[in-house]
């Protein structure tokens, strides 16, 4: 069993529309990460969270440290946000990764 | 933040060989990271380097198939050793740091081994 689930795997939208992507895990973690990787491009942190909310731009990320939980949120998605977005979850001093979302978004 | 330069870019290497990755942080970090990311697929770590120590590596990967060194606090290398075509891979080092704490990663290094 994976530690880190993710879903939806790929996900299609059109532009403007609200997108959330979902992340659990089941081990008790330290912190969660939420990436970015473009298509043969590096991978970009977005988000470090260990409890609550954080908000940046169109993006926000948030955590349910009892459910073991965390969602990020796009608001007015846009085609350049098309990439796969990958949590990660730091536990004692390991790090593991969600197999990613890829998301699309058309204009 | 942090800027990680990661050399080389990509490579193609016979099999049996080894190619060793370096990673320079422009600031003084404790931890780095190393990943594999398989074709399709999320990222892998491999191991924590702490500069004066050991590296630790997570289950599945060995010091004498992934021998890493950290000589001081902006410089880490990975090498690939008798490499075979499932070495195939892209490889990345990270470091956490900035007051957000985020994770900062080199721009992988893909290597294809024939």
């Known amino acids: 069993k994976n530690e880190v689930e993710q879903s939806p795997q790929n996900l299609t939208a059109q532009e403007g529309e609200f997108i959330t992507i979902n992340c659990s895990y089941s081990v008790g973690i330290s912190a969660l990460h939420w990436l970015q990787q473009h298509p043969g491009g590096g991978i970009v942190s977005l988000f470090m969270?260990?409890?609550g909310k954080k908000k940046h731009g169109r993006l926000i990320a948030t955590i349910n440290i009892q459910e073991k939980h965390s969602s990020l949120h796009i608001t007015a998605s846009h085609p350049r946000d098309s990439a796969v977005y990958i949590c990660?979850?730091?536990?004692?001093?390991?790090?593991?990764f969600g197999a990613g979302t890829r998301l699309t978004v058309k204009p | 933040s942090a800027v990680i330069s990661q050399k080389p870019s990509r490579d193609i290497c016979q099999r049996g060989t080894s190619l060793t990755i370096q990673c320079q942080v422009d600031?003084?970090?404790?931890?780095m990271f190393w990943y594999r990311q398989q074709p399709g697929q999320s990222l892998t770590l491999i191991a924590t380097a702490n500069q004066g120590s050991e590296a630790t590596y997570e289950s599945g990967f060995v010091i004498d198939k992934f021998p890493i060194s950290r000589p001081n606090l902006t410089f880490s290398t990975l090498t690939v050793s008798n490499m075979s075509p499932e070495d195939s891979s892209i490889y990345l080092c990270?470091?956490?740091?900035?007051?957000?704490?985020?994770?900062?990663f080199g721009s992988g290094t893909q290597l294809s081994v024939l």
């Open positions: 990270s470091v956490q740091g900035g007051v957000d704490e985020k994770l900062f």
């Open positions: 990660a979850v730091r536990f004692n001093n390991d790090m593991r």
């Open positions: 600031s003084q970090v404790t931890m």
């Open positions: 969270l260990s409890s």
